[in-house]
């Protein structure tokens, strides 16, 4: 059974740092993209960030660029995100997504078939 799991989410005060993992099990993804999307109450689920199955090719949403870091350990089946500089309008529930028919991320939910259950990232003003 294949999953992804993520963790490290919280509160936290605005201008801080928290960095997200989302581990796999049950297959590799390392031939894979790999990308974090978010989900505010009442609003659709948007793409946060994206990397390619080598790590080079990264791509960042518009809100979060200059703040997010995207990163993966192959070795390990993990991706991470590293956020910082949060804003309270960063508060959503972060999904990590995998897409195992491309190499390279694409924003759209709809490319990705793999999916965790999500955790809760808080930031307060």
């Known amino acids: 059974q294949v999953q992804l799991v993520e963790s490290g989410g919280g509160l936290v005060q605005a201008g801080g740092s928290l960095r997200l993992s989302c581990a796999a099990s049950g297959r590799t993804f390392s031939s894979n993209a790999m990308g974090w999307f978010r989900q505010a109450q009442g609003k659709e689920r948007e793409f946060v960030a994206g990397?390619?199955?080598?790590?080079?090719?990264?791509y960042y949403g518009d809100t979060v660029k200059g703040r997010f870091i995207i990163s993966r350990d192959n070795a390990k089946n993990t991706v991470y995100l590293q956020m910082n500089s949060l804003k309270p309008e960063d508060t959503a529930v972060y999904y990590c997504a995998a897409d195992s028919d491309n190499r390279f991320p694409r924003r759209e939910t709809s490319n990705y078939d793999y999916w965790g259950q999500g955790t809760q990232v808080t930031v307060s003003s």
């Open positions: 990397i390619s199955w080598s790590g080079l090719g990264i």
